[in-house]
């Protein structure tokens, strides 16, 4: 999977360099994911309806 541009951290990223975190990209057909210390390790992708509901789901236990 070629490496998306524009990655984004959550807001509850945490303190200082905000690095306690996952990072994720709106590709064409996938939302990838990544870890935000260790950006050049492995990347997982998903469906947008997929990582929708699991975003839906994190919310509702919260």
């Known amino acids: 999977m070629t490496t998306p541009s524009?990655?984004?951290k959550s807001s509850f990223?945490?303190?200082?360099?905000g690095?306690?975190?996952?990072?994720i990209a709106n590709r064409h057909?996938?939302?990838a994911v990544r870890d935000s210390k260790a950006p050049a390790r492995a990347t997982l992708s998903f469906p947008?309806?997929?990582f929708a509901?699991?975003?839906e789901d994190l919310k509702t236990r919260r």
């Open 6 to 8: 524009q990655w984004r």
């Open 13 to 17: 990223s945490g303190g200082g360099e």
């Open 19 to 23: 690095n306690d975190c996952v990072e």
């Open 29 to 31: 057909t996938r939302v």
């Open 48 to 50: 947008p309806t997929t």
């Open 53 to 55: 509901a699991f975003i």
